[in-house]
């Protein structure tokens, strides 16, 4: 079972639909690309990689009994439909987050998972960082004790098209979502209530949709957990990924990767190299790491240990955050 080889089709060419055709061709040889969907496909780019079939209609992934595994990485609105139809023809979901901005959508996601028998996982690549997961087991074996506080500090590097703003659901359901996330992977707790002050700096028109660009965003875990997120679209000076995590013992944090260990100082000046500067360089090791436990899932028939019901609770948190930025209150979450 361990060298069967998995075909996939992988619906959506943007810039992350790119960067999971390329890991699948360069990192990952017990997964075929057999077929892309794309509205306008690149063909250039699909050529280079060998063997893989352009698409335009995406029944040309659904009907293909050869193709095991379908990986959505087309804007959110479309998940919900993708990932029906891929039940329907009974493939396996690997589906980038946040799979809905729908509540009620994801748990039909989820009783279609159980009555159909496919596995679907969700893009939380974060989970598979091994920082991050080094911190959580850390704080589980009570490294730090009791935790009191966590923060987290989440900015991109460049702010993203505005065609893209106006269908990632926002800076709660797009951004943030992963730092939601986050604090339930490291506590294995809910989060209780979300407070969120957030303005635009960068983008004027996000007015015009009800959107930001800036967060500081302060939530209360189930057991009284304090935590914040700062959060921001745009740096200038790269993808600033940081968690801090205070316990009654100390503390332990993820700072972020350099482009490599160059320092320089002398009498003049201190130089030295600058941090990643995209989710695709910062993350690059998740992204292979969470198609091999992908890939396992399918092999061994196991559930992925991040599905929809993770989602969900992010999904949740979001939806009162975006009612704690109207109200200008803390909002309690939806249990």
Known sequence: MKNKIINVGLIGLGRIGKMHAKNISQH???????????????IDFI???????????TDDVFLDDNIQAVIICSPTPTHYELIKKCAQHKKHVFCEKPISFSENEIKEIINIMINEKVLIQVGLNRR?????????????NGLVGDIQMIHITNHDASIPEFK??????????????????????????KINEIYVNGSVFIEPRLKEINDIDNAIITLELES????????????????????????????????????????????????????????????????????????????????????PENILSAIKVATAGEKSIVTNQPVMVKK
């Open 28 to 42: 990952l040889p017990f997964l075929n690309l057999k077929s892309i969907v794309d509205p306008v496909p690149d």
């Open 47 to 57: 050529q280079r990689l060998d063997g893989v079939q352009a698409c335009t209609n």
């Open 128 to 140: 598979f960082d091994q920082e991050f997961m080094l911190v959580k087991n850390k704080v589980n």
């Open 164 to 189: 893209f703003l106006k269908s990632s659901g926002g800076l709660l359901f797009d951004l943030c979502i992963h730092d939601f996330d986050m604090l339930s992977f490291i506590t294995g707790e």
């Open 224 to 307: 009284g957990i304090l935590c914040t997120i700062d959060s921001s679209r745009q740096t200038h000076y790269g993808y600033d990924q940081r968690v801090e995590v205070f316990g009654s013992k100390g503390m332990i944090s993820v700072d972020n990767k350099p482009d490599n260990f160059y320092y320089f100082s002398n009498q003049e000046n201190t130089k030295r190299s600058k941090i990643k500067y995209s989710f695709i360089e910062r993350y690059k090791d998740s992204y292979i790491t969470e198609f091999e436990h992908f890939y396992t899932c399918i092999t061994h028939n196991n559930k992925p240990i991040v599905g």
